[in-house]
């Protein structure tokens, strides 16, 4: 727990001092990715909370569903069919409903703390 929280400040204070920019055209594919990584990442915090957590079912998601995600918009990009939608809707979905089972989980056991069961 405490490499992970470890990586991600090192992470962020990576991200924050050096200079990434990318162009505008890429912005739709990047957004998509983060969904489906962000998607990948709330699920593997609900599997590890329900004690199913596998790291190579959480590695192949994570860049599965971010390459499926931005392939889906750069066909729908040629296409001229927004076809980014159905990622959105899907990973987004996905993500909410992860995060409310997190949000459950938690003060589920918060509150059975509390009571002192």
Avoid: W
């Avoid at 329900?50 to 889906?72: D, H, R, V």
């Amino acid at each position: 727990m405490i490499l992970s929280l470890i990586g991600l400040a090192l992470g962020i204070i990576i991200g924050y001092y050096i200079p990434v920019t990318y162009p505008d055209s890429y912005s739709l594919y990047i957004s998509v990715g983060l969904l489906a990584a962000m998607d990948s990442v709330f699920g593997a915090i609900r599997a590890t909370l329900e004690g199913k957590y596998n790291s190579i079912i959480f590695i192949t998601g994570f860049f599965g569903n971010a390459i499926l995600a931005g392939l889906l918009a750069y066909i729908g990009d040629r296409l001229g069919v927004p076809l980014y939608y159905a990622s959105i809707f899907v990973f987004g979905g996905r993500l909410f409903q992860n995060f409310a089972i997190i949000r459950r989980y938690v003060f589920g056991k918060l509150m059975s703390k509390k009571r002192g069961d």
